[in-house]
Antibody, heavy 118, light 109 residues
Framework: QVQLQESGPGLVKPSETLSLTCSVS????????WSWIRQPPGKGLEWIGY???????NYNPSLKSRVTISLDTSKNHFSLKLSSVTAADTAVYYC????????????WGQGTLVTVSS | QSALTQPASVSGSPGQSITISCTGT?????????VSWYQQHPGKAPKLMIY???NRPSGVSNRFSGSKSGNTASLTISGLQVEDEADYYC?????????FGGGTKVTVL
């Protein structure tokens, strides 16, 4: 069974870049679509963007100017970079695996809380 | 790309049926059959409950069912149980993007 695990700093200063990695175990990253999804405290889910194993990406238009998602097949992981963060970027960040192409999320990491604060 | 509209809360007594609506537009929910529903308990990651409007993944109780009419999708929980108390999110896939609803808190009275 494929498992996902997020890792990265839990505290980021305003205006800096948030960087997270999702390690994939129990299966190869060289298939499927992989996404980052976030959830501000007490609020709903927001899709950030996806990367396909080929390297193709697509991002939420509201975040597109600040987001980069990439993958490393040799390490079986994919990564998120979100630049120029503010307090509004404070959230639990989930990495996720899609099924049915990209039409559904069939697997989630446990989530990692990232707080933006000086 | 606006969030789909869900009621903030829905409640019911054990054994009853409840329905959660998810309203979008003809450009998202109304444009295809790619609506999914997720259940999220506090402090946990979401779990897929329904995909492609009305299909249940293996292991999901048949008390959960989905449907769609026009630009509105619905999730029905029959025979409500205490463990169904959670937040529920709908999602629409369109043009290589994913849109979530704002979420509905289900309370079992």
């Amino acid at each position: 069974q494929v498992q996902l695990q997020e890792s990265g700093p839990g505290l980021v200063k305003p205006s800096e870049t948030l960087s997270l990695t999702c390690s994939v175990s129990g299966g190869s990253i060289s298939s499927y679509y992989w996404s980052w999804i976030r959830q501000p405290p007490g609020k709903g889910l927001e899709w950030i963007g996806y990367v396909y194993y080929s390297g193709t990406t697509n991002y939420n238009p509201s975040l597109k100017s600040r987001v980069t998602i990439s993958l490393d097949t040799s390490k079986n992981h994919f990564s998120l970079k979100l630049s120029s963060v503010t307090a509004a970027d404070t959230a639990v960040y989930y990495c996720a695996r899609h099924g049915g192409g990209m039409t559904m999320v069939i697997g989630w990491g446990q989530g990692t809380l990232v707080t933006v604060s000086s | 790309q606006s969030a789909l509209t869900q009621p903030a809360s829905v409640s019911g007594s054990p054994g009853q049926s409840i329905t959660i609506s998810c309203t979008g537009t003809s450009s998202d929910v109304g444009s295809n059959q790619f609506v999914s529903w997720y259940q999220q308990h506090p402090g946990k990651a979401p779990k897929l409950m329904i995909y492609d409007v009305s299909n249940r993944p293996s292991g999901v109780s048949n008390r959960f069912s989905g449907s769609k009419s026009g630009n509105t999708a619905s999730l029905t929980i029959s025979g409500l149980q205490v463990e169904d108390e959670a937040d529920y999110y709908c999602s629409s896939y369109v043009s290589n993007s994913v849109i979530f609803g704002g979420g509905t808190k289900v309370t079992v009275l």
